[in-house]
């Protein structure tokens, strides 16, 4: 098993914001989304994370929602 929140802090994910979505500071799992952006903006964030991951590590991780 790998970390995925160290494969997406080291990626540099917890820095970037795209549509007014971010990944929490604190946590690299949590993608926030404190402006009520919509939620293909966050699906296209979580996407893009993914997307990234895959590219520079060759891991493919698997997206778990949790609407709160």
């Known amino acids: 098993k790998l970390a995925a929140g160290w494969l997406i802090e080291e990626a540099g994910w917890k820095q970037k914001i795209i549509e007014d979505v971010a990944v929490h500071h604190q946590q690299a799992l949590v993608i926030i989304n404190p402006l009520g952006a919509p939620g293909a903006a966050v699906l ?11 590219r520079k590590f060759g891991v493919l991780l698997e997206i778990e929602p949790q609407i709160v």
């Open 44 to 54: 296209n964030f979580a996407n893009a994370v993914q997307a990234d991951i895959k």
